[in-house]
């Protein structure tokens, strides 16, 4: 076990993404405890309404030293399962494009962004439409990530090549979507072919 597996599945990282109340990453300060993409500015953007794709980026962001953002639609999504599930699939279908919350200080100053998201109806949530309608993201590269619920990765990837077609595109990931983040390893592997 390498020791990017190891830090990935260590109990500290865990305990974090377990956590139900997430907190507000914005302008927050990851801690650096493996320099995976040294030299490099990394940013770890991400949505995530029931805390699976968080739990996932907290583990990027310590793997890669990542600055955690976290996308956030100004209107919440109603808490009804079902209507949250009617909700997204009329957004979805009618392009919309919530109005978010924050914005990232300064975009500029980064080399790397990741962009996580839930699978939503076979591709990434509205909020994370509008948060890359929003930067210009020339001469960086991107780095989508997904959970899902037994569908993988559907059209998540694909659709967000068709929206940023202009975009540098590293290989997507998608794991299953878990409290607990995603398989120490697996995401391990991933990173670790990204990094070279
Ligand atoms: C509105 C909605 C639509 C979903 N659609 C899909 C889907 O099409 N395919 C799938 O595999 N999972 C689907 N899921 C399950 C989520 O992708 C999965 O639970 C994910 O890990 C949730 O991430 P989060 O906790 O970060 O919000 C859907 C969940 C919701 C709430």
Known sequence: MNKLTKLIGSGLLLTAAACSNPPADAGG??????????????????????????AVAQQ????TGGQ???????????????????QAQQE????????????VPDMAQYDVVFIGSPNWWGTYAPAVKSFL?????SGKQLVPFFTHGGGGMQRCESDM?????????????????????????ELAGWLNNLAQ
């Open 29 to 54: 300060s990851s801690p650096t405890d493996a320099q995976l993409f040294a030299g490099k500015k990394v940013l770890v953007a991400y949505y995530s309404h029931s805390g699976n794709t968080q």
């Open 60 to 63: 990027i962001a310590r793997a």
């Open 68 to 86: 955690l953002f976290r996308i956030e639609a100004v209107q919440a999504y109603p808490s009804a399962y079902n209507r949250l599930v009617e």
């Open 92 to 103: 979805i279908q009618n392009g919309v494009l919530p109005e978010l919350k924050t914005t």
């Open 133 to 137: 309608a929003q930067y210009d993201f």
């Open 161 to 185: 090549h068709a929206q940023l077609p202009q975009a540098h595109f590293l290989q997507a990931a998608t794991f299953p979507g878990r409290s607990g983040g995603a398989d120490a390893a």
